[in-house]
């Protein structure tokens, strides 16, 4: 077999933004109403009200962990004043969590922002990190008995986000949206769209210093390990692409990577790999076997991922804080999580410190500006909210009980 150790932890992570629905106070719903090519989240998967429905099958299936975010936007919907009320239902999120035996792992911010924040001048304003550091003083106050917290999602993702909010403002700018999980080419076989802005480090280092302000006021308050997650490329160098691949992953990848030394642990999140050559990041080609979101299937990524940030980190303790695929296949998805595992146990036979594995996702959700993108372990009827199991959910949880994948015979 390939052997996980006792006490791992296996479950999967959402977003609040992506599934509680009518987030009404974050910047994300504003512009959700007035960008050109965003679809709205509305109801979302209304998990706001049915989140006790959505621990259950995750603890009914043998999983032990789950992944949830708090919303700022609705514990502060004004500045200065705190809702007592929306702290005390993520309170009870944490409780029911423990009810149901599953270790709660709490994000504390998850790509979205209150909106008069955004409007003051979000990341880049003044008060940002004030800002950030008194929000997080306020929900500290409620995570008792939270052993794994981490404080920003995909800082890098945040940074190249924050960048295209700065330039679709500028004169002459294209408003058209352009969403950070869907890639060049369209997962439809369709035209191909413009790349990715890399992410600008003088923004980055705004979100260094956002997490380093409020890591140990989380520790002290709580004892809790902190941590955050880090999007992963998993780039492979072409020959040549050497020193090219370097560059790029100091500006996507390093720079948070190495801002998390002190931290208890570091999340690592990839679903996929791309080659670099000498002149930078090559797309992904046209294939059939692309995701959804138009990226390779690439299952190994997160075994590239993991042994890139252990040796950036020098050591650091990682979660596995996402990890899936786009796909309307489910045998696919079982297929490649296997695949991931895989590579997860090769890296830590190799002494690679992984603490945990967290799919992404739970449910078919919001992807950030569109419905299509399934990622889901269970499916959720739009109209119904109706929750279907999918084969994967079941087939991990297996995995989670037996505390290991079988190898094939021989």
Known sequence: MTTFPDGFLWGASTAPHQIEGNNVNSDFWANE????????????????????????????????????GIEWARIEPIPGEISRAELAHYRRMIDSAHEFGL???????????????????????????????????????????VEWVVTMNEPNMLAMMTGMAKAMQAPGASSEWQSPTI?????????????????????????????????????????????????NRAFVARPGGEEKKRELEYIWEDLYLEASRGDDFVGVQSYSSQWVGEQGIEPYPPHPDNTLVGTAYRPDAIGIAVRHTAEVTGGVPIVI??????????????????????????????????????????????????????????????????????????????????????????
């Open 321 to 410: 804080t996402e990890n899936g695929i786009a796909t309307g296949d489910d045998s696919r998805r079982i297929a490649y999580t296997e695949g991931a595992l895989r590579a997860l146990g090769a890296a830590m036979a190799d002494g690679i410190d992984i603490r945990g594995y967290l799919h992404w996702t739970l449910l078919d959700n919001y992807e950030w500006g569109h419905w299509a993108p399934t990622f889901g372990l269970v499916a959720v009827d739009r109209e119904t909210f109706v929750r279907t199991p999918k084969p994967s959910l079941g087939w991990l949880g297996e995995v989670a009980q037996r505390g290991g994948l079988v190898d094939a015979a021989a």
């Open 103 to 145: 270790t709660p792992v709490v994000t504390l911010h998850h790509f979205t922002n209150p909106r008069w924040f955004a409007e003051e001048g979000g990341w880049l304003g003044d008060r940002a990190i004030d800002r950030f550091r008194s929000y997080v003083d306020a929900a500290t106050g409620i995570l008792d008995g």
């Open 33 to 68: 109403g007035r960008v050109p090519g965003m679809e709205r989240s509305g109801d979302a998967c209304d998990s706001y009200h049915r989140y006790r429905e959505d621990m259950k099958l995750l603890a009914d299936a043998g999983l032990t962990a789950y992944r949830f």
């Open 183 to 231: 890639d060049e080419e369209r997962g439809d076989g369709g035209s191909a769209r413009p790349p990715l802005p890399a992410p600008e480090p003088e923004i980055g280092a705004r979100f260094v210093e956002a997490h380093h302000a409020v890591r140990d006021l989380v520790r002290q308050r709580i004892g809790a390990k902190v941590g955050w997650s880090v999007a």
